[in-house]
């Protein structure tokens, strides 16, 4: 049974910085893709950053202060977020895409204000 699970979500003051990890587990193989999605409230999930095979993608409001990254045993995925705005509070969704099937955490709350 493949699980994802997230870690690192909380509050912080506009300008802060926080840091996601993810780590697939239940599984020998690595996922060929992971990334990160969030959902604010009254809003649709959308598509934060992803990383696979070493190439990154990032959603446009999010290019130039988030960076994704794999662990070297390639089953972690960190979401480093730096100057952090009211508008990146959501909940944060961690993603693995595995044989084809994708798996996703229960998801780990940020909270941007002051």
């Known amino acids: 049974q493949v699980q994802v699970v997230e870690s690192g979500g909380g509050s912080v003051q506009p300008g802060g910085s926080l840091r996601l990890s993810c780590v697939a587990s239940?599984?020998?193989?690595?996922?060929?893709?992971m990334g990160w999605y969030r959902q604010a409230p009254g809003k649709q999930r959308e598509l934060v950053a992803t990383?696979?095979?070493?190439?990154?993608r990032y959603a446009d409001s999010v290019k130039g202060r988030f960076t994704i990254s794999r662990g070297s045993e390639g089953k972690t995925v960190y979401l480093q977020m730096n100057s952090l705005k009211p508008e990146d509070t959501a909940v944060y969704y961690c993603?693995?895409?595995?044989?084809?099937?994708?798996?996703w955490g229960q998801g780990t709350q940020v909270t941007v204000s002051s």
């Open positions: 993603n693995a895409v595995l044989k084809l099937f994708d798996y």
């Open positions: 990383i696979s095979s070493g190439v990154t």
């Open positions: 239940g599984t020998v193989f690595s996922p060929s893709a």
